[in-house]
């Protein structure tokens, strides 16, 4: 590039300086230099708008003004304060505090420099690269003054004191070299410097902040919030490569054939990134499906990995780190949810991760190993570099950022998150949030007359136009349904009329039962009550007849055995007198005669004694009849009573069972009440979310007359 310009600049600054073709030439070198960083100053700037467009693609509609007015924000104010005394920080003399900081160079003047204006406007765009990372990871839940404070704490403090340690020398040379630098660490454009201390400071902010509303679910599993715009996603993507070379390249800080390799590595690593994260995003997920976010957050990655090293490694390391960088970002991505980590855009894996890679990938790689160092003292102070950037960055932003979230909370208000941060922080919108609030006001108040606006020519217009023709349909289905629930409540009107007549009847059936049955059981009690007391009168008159039946039937005996004593003493006395007649002969004859009176009074004496056993035995069956007689009846008796008790029982359940029915009647009397009460709450309700604002006929309330609410006169 620069023979080719020479015949067309020599003569012109030889004739004016009347200097050699040496300094010429120099001079001319010197200006290409100065307009290639300033060319790669732009592409570099030319990344704020990547960033805009892939953070804003990333986050949803709601909060897409939010992100883009941070992304402008932070770069303002990050460029004021780079300049008030971040410049001075990261490239000023030493201090005297052990190589540690800068401290020169506090608001710098150009008038009469301009190499270090091309130098400061280079260094510039990299100080708003790393506040920009920030933004993307706590999109959408952040306040915008909070996210102003995190981004000039990072542009102003965090990012210059590293950048002094590893990149101190670079414009004032040996007398402001950091420590680090003087170690040999190698981040040729800044995997470690800019993009891990961006990523170690958002990584810190999110853990801050906390997750959005919905992005894990009550049992912590992730659920997915899609990007309300893939392509922005993608445009942002393709501005990021293109700003990358000179972001690369351009940090060579002169026109030399370098830039021609670097840009090369560059493109291979970004390329190889973008594919093998595809491939991992299929290989892990359900379907292997390959994501689409993941191409382009895997050109990120592999651009990320390569900055350190794009000097230093071959074609083939270039493509090497892609790959491994394309799978980190995949890989980190889960590890970040499964932490319940919400990073909206891969931040942290993408510049976080992916620089370290791209830091330890140098004393990996490297084709050739600095003089005076071997690879694996190269491997260690790299490890060394990166191991000191996570600690520093994520570190002072952790206990900066959670002071400042003390005293300025750093989280929106719940209803702010919901609502979205375009209308809670800026009060802006756009023509689809419009349509989106209006469906929503539509939604809330139930005015299905009310139409949204229709945008002729556009998405949105078209959305509106169908969502238009939903309310419509909505609106023919509310009156459909409006007739169908009034003809439903008259039937159901009738139906509650016939069940409070079936009531009132079965209610007088109840009562008069009810009557009958105590009734009954009174008359039973007290027969129960009588046939008791004759049972046991008849059963103590039973034990009297045969005591006294047993005490007649002894005395009989003993005087029947007191009349066969004499009989047999009479007719032993006849014998006597008999045999003693005969022995007198004639002189007995009177006293044989005699003798055979008493003989015969004997013999009548034994009838009589015979005749009386058998009336006895007669008399003795027939008070047995009489006493199995009485018996009988005292048995027939215990039974009346016991069928009497059994009645009684059998009547109390029946008494029991009616008084149950009766508190059934009584519930069923407060279900209908209930009934009543509960339609006229769904008749009201329909009514209410019917059209409110049509002059139509709404659904009318029940009648709760005197005469349902009381059920038969049981309440």
């Not at 210059?160 to 590893?166: K, R, S, V, Y």
């Not at 659920?223 to 940090?251: E, R």
Request: hydrophobic share 45%; charged share 15%; net charge negative.
């Amino acid at each position: 590039m620069a023979t080719g310009l020479l015949p067309l600049l020599l003569p012109h600054r030889l004739a004016a300086q009347d200097t050699g073709v040496a300094d010429a030439i120099q001079l001319v070198q010197h200006h290409l230099d100065m307009a290639w960083v300033l060319v790669a100053a732009a592409l570099v700037f030319l990344m704020q708008a990547g960033f805009l467009c892939l953070e804003s693609g990333m986050s949803r509609a709601k909060n897409s003004i939010n992100v883009a007015v941070k992304n402008l924000g932070d770069f303002i104010l990050g460029a004021l304060l780079f300049w008030l005394f971040g410049f001075g920080i990261m490239f000023g003399h030493n201090a005297g505090l052990g190589n540690l900081v800068g401290g020169s160079n506090w608001m710098p003047h150009f008038e009469s420099n301009a190499d270090l204006a091309v130098f400061f406007l280079f260094q510039t765009m990299f100080a708003g690269t790393s506040a920009t990372i920030v933004s993307g990871a706590i999109a959408e839940r952040t306040r915008f003054w909070a996210y102003m404070g995190i981004a000039g704490f990072t542009i102003g403090i965090i990012y210059p004191i590293f950048g002094h340690w590893a990149w101190g020398s670079l414009f004032y040379g040996d007398g402001a070299t950091g420590w680090l630098e003087a170690r040999g660490f190698h981040d040729f454009a800044g995997s470690t410097v800019v993009h891990s201390v961006g990523g170690w400071v958002a990584l810190a902010a999110a853990l801050l902040v906390g997750p959005r509303r919905d992005r894990f679910d009550v049992k912590g599993r992730p659920q997915t919030i899609q990007p309300h715009s893939p392509i922005m996603v993608y445009l942002g993507a393709l501005l990021l490569f293109f700003g990358w070379f000179g972001f690369n390249a351009g940090s060579t800080l002169e026109a030399t054939e370098s830039i021609a390799s670097i840009a090369v590595n560059t493109m291979l690593a970004g390329c190889a990134g973008s594919l093998f994260a595809g491939i991992t995003s299929a290989v892990m997920d359900r379907q292997h499906k390959v994501q689409a976010i993941s191409l382009a957050n895997g050109v990120i990655a592999g651009l990320v990995g390569i900055t350190a090293g794009c000097d230093a490694v071959s074609a083939g390391g270039a493509v090497l780190i892609g790959v491994v960088a394309g799978v980190l970002l995949e890989l980190g991505g889960k590890l970040l949810e499964r932490l319940k980590i919400d990073d909206v855009v891969g931040a942290v894996p993408a510049h976080g991760m992916c620089g370290v890679w791209g830091t330890l990938a140098v004393g990996l790689l490297a084709v050739n190993v600095p003089e005076g160092m071997t690879r694996m003292g190269l491997i260690g102070v790299q490890a060394l570099g990166a191991l000191v950037a996570f600690a520093w960055a994520f570190g002072s932003a952790w206990i900066i950022i959670g002071l400042v979230n003390r005293i300025l909370p750093m989280r929106v208000d719940p209803e702010d998150e919901a609502l979205g941060l375009n209308l809670a922080e800026h009060g802006s919108s756009s023509s689809l949030l419009d349509l989106a609030a209006s469906m929503e006001s539509i939604s809330s108040t139930g005015n299905y007359e009310r139409r949204v606006q229709v945008e002729v020519g556009t998405e949105v217009g078209d959305l509106a136009r169908s969502f238009n023709r939903l309310l419509s349909a909505v609106d023919t289905a509310l009156e459909r349904n409006n007739e169908i629930v009034n003809r439903s409540q008259a039937h159901l009107e009738e139906n509650l009329q016939h069940l409070e007549g079936d009531t009132r009847t079965t209610s007088e059936r109840l009562r008069a039962a009810h009557a009958r049955a105590e009734g009954m059981n009174g008359q039973l009690e007290v027969m129960s009550a009588n046939l008791g007391q004759n049972k046991e009168k008849l059963e103590r008159s039973t034990a009297d007849i045969r005591s006294n039946a047993k005490t007649l039937s002894g005395q009989a005996d003993e005087i029947l055995d007191t009349i066969r004593t004499i009989a047999d003493s009479t007719n032993l006395l006849a014998l006597n007198a008999s045999i003693e007649a005969a022995r007198a002969g004639e002189a007995g004859a009177g006293f044989a005669v005699v003798a055979e009176e008493v003989r015969r009074l004997a013999r009548k004496s034994q009838q009589a004694v015979g005749e009386i056993e058998e009336r006895m035995v007669a008399m003795g069956r027939l008070n047995q009849e009489l006493l199995d007689g009485l018996l009988g009846q005292a048995t027939e008796s215990r039974e009346s009573a016991g069928s009497c008790t059994s009645l009684h029982e059998a009547t109390s359940e029946l008494m029991q069972v009616l008084t149950e029915v009766m508190e059934g009647a009584r519930h069923t009397q407060e279900n209908v009440e209930r009934t009543y009460a509960r339609l006229n709450e769904i008749y009201s309700d329909a009514a209410e979310q019917a059209v409110p604002h049509r002059d139509r006929p709404y659904l009318k309330r029940v009648p709760m007359d005197d005469a349902v609410l009381e059920t038969a006169g049981l309440s």
